[in-house]
Nanobody, 116 residues
C-alpha cells in the first residue's frame, strides 16, 4: 500500500503561482511513476503531468510551459509548480502513484481556485 497526502492548494489570482506537494508513505520502494490529475466541477478527471522513477516527464498540452512536475526521492515527495494560472485551471488536484505491479493509488486531493 502507498499513502499519498497532497498540500499546497488555495485561492490565487489569475497569473499567480502555487506549489503543490504530494508526500508518499508506505511501500515507497514499489512506486514506479507518479502523476498529478485534476478534476473540475462537471468534468472528467484528466492527467496534468507525470514523472517516472527515472525522471522522465510528460504534460497535458494545456499546461505545457506553465506547470512543472518534479520529485525529491529523499523526501518521497512529488511537486507540481503551477505558474501563470488561469481560471480554467480551477479544479481539485489529485496525486497518483503507480507501483511496479500496476496498482494505482490516489490521494485525497487539494483544491486550486483561480479567481480575481
Amino acid at each position: 500500500q502507498v499513502q499519498l497526502v497532497e498540500s499546497g492548494g488555495g485561492l490565487v489570482q489569475p497569473g499567480g503561482s502555487l506549489r503543490l506537494s504530494c508526500a508518499a508513505s508506505g511501500s515507497i520502494s514499489s512506486v514506479y511513476s507518479m502523476a498529478w490529475y485534476r478534476q473540475a466541477p462537471g468534468k472528467q478527471r484528466e492527467l496534468v503531468a507525470a514523472i517516472t522513477s527515472g525522471g522522465s516527464t510528460n504534460y497535458a498540452d494545456s499546461v505545457k510551459g506553465r506547470f512543472t512536475i518534479s520529485r525529491d526521492n529523499a523526501k518521497n515527495t512529488v511537486y507540481l509548480q503551477v505558474n501563470s494560472l488561469k481560471p480554467e485551471d480551477t479544479a481539485v488536484y489529485f496525486c497518483y502513484a503507480n507501483n511496479i505491479h500496476g496498482i494505482g493509488f490516489w490521494g485525497q486531493g487539494t483544491q486550486v481556485t483561480v479567481s480575481s
